[in-house]
Structure formats: structure tokens, C-alpha cells
């Protein structure tokens, strides 16, 4: 029988689920330690998932106290938002693997810092950036791969989401982050992920007009993004998404290639290229999970599809681009080369 | 009966079509004069749509001598594209009404001379920026009009080309002016007119790579629209569409309101908004011609979609965008405030 792999849990920030959905792939995963983020945080809900998996985790007061138990293996982060980064450190520190809600630093420094200390541990770390395990985009994904659209030259990604009701620390930069990092994270991502080419630079925009009230949070946003061989990409972000949508999100993506192009629209996947003498749908479907790849790769088993790296440089994208909008003005790349 | 209006046709590059789709909206209008525009280019094409129609015009070896045909009230010009616009302030001075396919300059100080001529004198100017009357767009635009998705934050923009095989003068910046103005002066008219907004700034990206042998021809742009209000706008342009799809080009445009979404894609007309249960498809419908609607406003009979003023902006925005590309650097609106 496979050794056990103890895992601790921090915080309900976000999605504590991809752990959740993944454990049926992951027979030798136990849930043994959890523990609230911050006093505002009611865990309840991480609780009642743990008992109806069969684990009766040890609830800690303290992160510190659970970074500190001796027998865990790895840790699911999921805010506050504000320390990921520090509390990432701690367990690099402590030689425990880390997975972590998006964004894993709110600002460079604390990204450069945790670049660092990451470099000097011997951990695997990588982050909630989920939907490249969706279906159509991994399935559109494997198609770029296998060279069906011939060479990306342009990339427009949209995530359009329902504002609904959010809790008090949305309307903070200093605990929400900001619309690019926080939204935006996956289609950046997915920029960086299907074009396989290194940022050069980004020209961004983000406004707070029309937001609902909620402070600092910006309801609207553009990412121009100039990649190497003159590959070049587009971000739509918003909160505008009416509340009567089907779908919470309206994620979508269009890569344009040399012999064709891609996309990814209400969950489907549509390719013309100069070999289809018509569009087509090609059936969605990804028979991988974010979180079981993540342990197989500690496992040494396999490699998952987000690479520490790729956490790093799509971090580095989005704050760069929240810069960008901040300052209005274009910014350049080129900070883990 | 009503007074004969006798129009010149000049040169046919691009879309003179849009002249003779109208004229079973205008029986007043005769073609008594037309000419190549250059050597290039053969106008045997609008001598057969001419006979169809049961017009003899004259047949003229020179622009110039058409444009001092004195009973030639209307020209309508295309081609060669580099001569637009002092064929334009020609015809200005001889008291002749101008529409103009666009782009209607090739650079900033022509079309800052064309905007000075076009002061000075008392003639309607307009250009073949005829997507305003698609039905899809005029729909979409309609709708937005009304309020049915309250205030405009977003928009995306795509035009999408087969590229097919083209002339030569496609292949030089001098001749062709360049693919944001030629291309994606629709796209641009789309932001701004769907918008009602004033343009801020642009920083924009183009590439040759991949053109197929056509020189300077650039096969893929994306611009950043900065506008008043907080407006932001991406336009996507390229010629990647494969020759196997069913249509030439793939014209897009998704407007993000306060209040829903509305979205052109394949012809048809999608919106979401609070108002509405799920998402509709609207009747597209256009009642209106371009041509059609640039005769009745010299006639005074009413007023165009599409006014100079417009076309002034909408040129600079093409050329600010296009300068920005190749300088790979943000640049600021303001010329014709």
C-alpha cells in the first residue's frame, strides 16, 4: 500500500474545492490539520467537506501552529489573499509543499521575495490557476500543441463575471488585490500558456467607475500584451455580467495562428483551419485534475501543466499589468530571466 | 420631377459598389463621368456596372478633368489610396461633395490639410466606412442607443480577413497606407461610434512576420483604445482567416454596458441584460444605405449615419493607432478638439 501524504488546509478565500474534487484520485491524501486564514473566515464549510470525506482533521487557531505540525506534507492555502505570500514562505521554510490560491503575492516585492525563497527550498509550490483543466480549454489547448492552427500570432481572452454580493474584503487593494490579479489570472494565463512565448511588455487600463459601490474594486479592465515574435494579446475583464446570465462566468479565448484559428466560447470549442473545409466543433474534454497533478508531480509520478515558473511569470504579468492601468503607461518584462 | 444630381466616379479600388447598391433608392442620381484613378487600374468593371444601369458617362483619361467637369456635383473616389486626399481637397475646391474611400489619408498631415480644406469650403464629405449600415451592426448599435445595456465600459472589435491574393500596391506602406487604417478603420469606427465617447489614447502593436511574401503588409495588429469616461476598447485585425471559411471576413464586436452585453458575431445580434431572463438573438435589420443616406444629405433631405466630423476622427484614430505601432508607444488624442 502507498505511504499516507498528510495535507493542512488554510483559509476559505477562493477554492479550497479543487482540493475537494480531486481526493478520488488520490486514495494515499489524508486532510489532517485545517485552519482559519483570519478571525473574519468562518472555515464551517471546510469542516462539513472533511467529515463527509471521512477525515477528522485537527483544527488549529494559528497558521503558524499548523505550518509547524511536523507531519504535514503539504499545504492548500486560500487566504487572506495579503499573505499568501508570507505564509507560502513560512512553508518553503518549514519544507512543506505548497499549493496556492492565485494570486500567490499582491505586489513585486513580496513576489520577488517569494521567487527567492523558493529558489533556496527544495519544495514544489504552484497555485489555483484551474482552468487550464476546464475541458474546452484544455482540449483547445492540446490542439495549438499539436500545431492545428500552425504558429500564435494573436490572442484576445475575456473573463466577464456576475458581481453579485462579495465580502467586505473585495473593496480593499490591500486585501482584494485588484481586478487584473484576481480575474484576470487565468486569462493571462492562458495568453502566456497557449502562445508558449515570453512577455515583453503590457500597456493596461482598469477602472472603478459604475462598481456598486465596492470601494477600490474595479468593475472594468484591458490588457494589451506584446509577447516575443510579435505576438500580441488582448485581456477583457468585467463584473458586468447581468445576474439573469446562465453562467456565472463568460470565459472565452480566440487564438489566431498562421493556418488557423481556435476558440473557446460558452464552454465549446470551435477550430477552422486551412485543412477543415468547414468550422468544427471539437468535443471538450480533460481527464486530468488540477490538484491530483499537483501531488503527483510532489509524488514524482508526473508533471502537472502549471510549473512553479509559469506561477511566477503569470504572477509577474498581472501585478505588472495592475501597475500599468495604475500608472497609465506601458511596462516591460524581463524580471525572471 | 426632381432635379437630376450628376455624379463622377473616380478609380476603383475598394468599394464602389456601395454607389451602385443605392441607386434604386435614388432615381435623381445620374453617373455622367468616370476615370481610373492610375494606370493600375483597370475601371472596365464600373463601365459594365454603368450600361447595366443605363448610364453613358464619359469616359475621362485624367482626374483632374473630371474633377473640372462643372456640371459634377457628387465624386466618389477609390483609389489609388495615396491620392485620396488631394483628390478630396480638389474637388472641395471646385464646389464638388466628396465621398471617399477610406482610408481617406494616409498620414497625419494630409489628412490635417483634407480637415482645413474641408473647413474652408461648403461641400458634405464622407467616407465608404459602410458597416455602420450592416444590419447586424446597425442593430447592435441601435440597441445600445436605447439603453438597453446602460452606459458603455467595454468594447472588443475584430475584423478578421481571408488574405487571398492582392494587388501589388497591398504590398507597399506608400500605396497601401497600412493595415490598421485599411483594415481596421472599420473596427475603430465601430469603438467610437458604439461608444459615443471621445478618444483618449492608443498604444497599438502590428507585425509583417508570417505575411506571405506582402512586403509591408502587416497580417496582425491589435490597438488599446483609451476613451473619455473610462471607456476602454481592444481591436483585434488580421489576415489569418483560413480560405476555407464560409465568408471572407469574420466581423465582431462585444460591447460591455452596466447594464448587459451585447454582441455581433457571424451576422447575428446577441444580448444579455438585467431586463432579461436569458440571452436573446434580435432581428438584425438595416433600412438605410450608405450611399443612399450620403445623397439625401446633400439633398437636405436628412442626415447621414456617418458625418465628416466622423470620418475626421475615426482617420485619426487609424493613424494615431498606426503610428503608436510602429513606434511601439502610447500616443494622445487631441488634434481635432
Known amino acids: 500500500m502507498e505511504a499516507e501524504m498528510k495535507i493542512g488546509l488554510i483559509g476559505n478565500r477562493g477554492h479550497q474545492q479543487y482540493v475537494f474534487e480531486s481526493l478520488h484520485q488520490l486514495p494515499e491524501v489524508q486532510i489532517t490539520a485545517i485552519v482559519s486564514g483570519s478571525e473574519e473566515d468562518d472555515i464551517g464549510e471546510i469542516k462539513t467537506w472533511c467529515e463527509k470525506e471521512g477525515y477528522s482533521p485537527v483544527v488549529y487557531d494559528d497558521t503558524d501552529e499548523l505550518l509547524a505540525d511536523s507531519g504535514i506534507e503539504v499545504v492548500s492555502i486560500a487566504g487572506p489573499f495579503e499573505l499568501h505570500s508570507q505564509m507560502s514562505i513560512q512553508a518553503f521554510k518549514n519544507g512543506i509543499h505548497v499549493f496556492c490560491e492565485k494570486p500567490v503575492a499582491l505586489n513585486l516585492e513580496e513576489l520577488d521575495l517569494l521567487h527567492s525563497e523558493y529558489q533556496q527550498g527544495n519544495v514544489h509550490f504552484s497555485a489555483m490557476m484551474g482552468l487550464r483543466y476546464d475541458p474546452a480549454f484544455y482540449t483547445a489547448w492540446s490542439a495549438v500543441r499539436r500545431g492545428e492552427i500552425g504558429q500564435v500570432r494573436l490572442i484576445y481572452a475575456q473573463k466577464s463575471y456576475k458581481l453579485g454580493t462579495r465580502p467586505e474584503y ?86 489566431v495562428g498562421t493556418q488557423g484559428v481556435i476558440e473557446v466560447r460558452g464552454g465549446k470549442v470551435y477550430l477552422i483551419s486551412d485543412l477543415l473545409k468547414q468550422e468544427q466543433k471539437i468535443p471538450a474534454a480533460c481527464d486530468r485534475m488540477l490538484f491530483a497533478d499537483f501531488i503527483h508531480q510532489v509524488e514524482g509520478k508526473s508533471r502537472s501543466l502549471l510549473s512553479a515558473e509559469d506561477v511566477f511569470t503569470v504572477t509577474e504579468a498581472c501585478l505588472l499589468a495592475r501597475q500599468s492601468a495604475d500608472e497609465s503607461k506601458p511596462l516591460y518584462f524581463g524580471r525572471y530571466e
Open 170 to 255: 473585495y473593496s480593499r487593494r490591500s486585501t482584494y488585490g485588484g481586478t487584473i490579479p484576481w480575474v484576470g489570472s487565468h486569462a493571462v494565463d492562458w495568453v502566456y500558456w497557449f502562445s508558449h512565448a515570453q512577455f515583453v511588455s503590457v500597456t493596461a487600463s482598469h477602472s472603478r467607475l459604475f462598481n456598486s459601490g465596492y470601494g477600490d474594486l474595479e468593475v472594468s479592465a484591458m490588457c494589451h500584451f506584446v509577447l516575443q515574435d510579435e505576438i500580441f494579446a488582448s485581456v477583457s475583464l468585467d463584473y458586468y455580467r447581468p445576474e439573469t446570465a446562465r453562467t456565472h462566468g463568460d470565459d472565452r479565448v480566440r487564438v
